[in-house]
């Protein structure tokens, strides 16, 4: 993908896939997932956020292994099928998605904190740096078991490993993404400098 978006060239399918990528990725699979398996309204629940993270605060190992599954097929999804069309639609379904898991339409625009769903894009964009993203998450989280900390050094990392593989357009939406999901994780930052932020697995 070496060249810039032509946004006025390529407007209308951009804009569809912009639409289309935001309506995949608003689907709350946290939510859905939980209240199935009859655990409530995960809103209701530790954080009330609708991630893999506070359903993994239920106890139910499962359904938290699900939700990060479907969080991050949702997001490659909406990649893998608008590759067909260029890197610029490419490029736009992917934000898409990811706006889409931040902001969903369906409950209120309250939606998730975006790391399963940006892992799912970068191994849908370029499986190797998308690996990279998701060995840097797993490592920092076996060490720390603070799942917020791990997230942000895994968008951090991104765009350095777009850069060894000289991708700079890839380089430039993960640069995009991890500052946006840095936004969402401002309450998590805090407390990870007051040392107050939960663990993995914390009630």
Known sequence: MPDPMDWGASLPYLLMALGGGYLLGSIPFGLILARLAGLGDIRQIGSGNIGATNVLRTGNKTVAALTLLLDGAKGALAVLIAMRWGADVTVSAAFGAFIGHLFPVWIGFKGGKGIAIFLGIMLALQFYVGLAACACWLAIALITRISSLSALAATAFTPFFFWLFDLPQLMELS???????????????????????PRIGAS
């Open 175 to 197: 640069l995009v993404l991890a500052a946006i999901a840095w936004l969402k994780h401002h309450e998590n930052i805090r407390r990870i400098l007051n040392g107050t932020e």
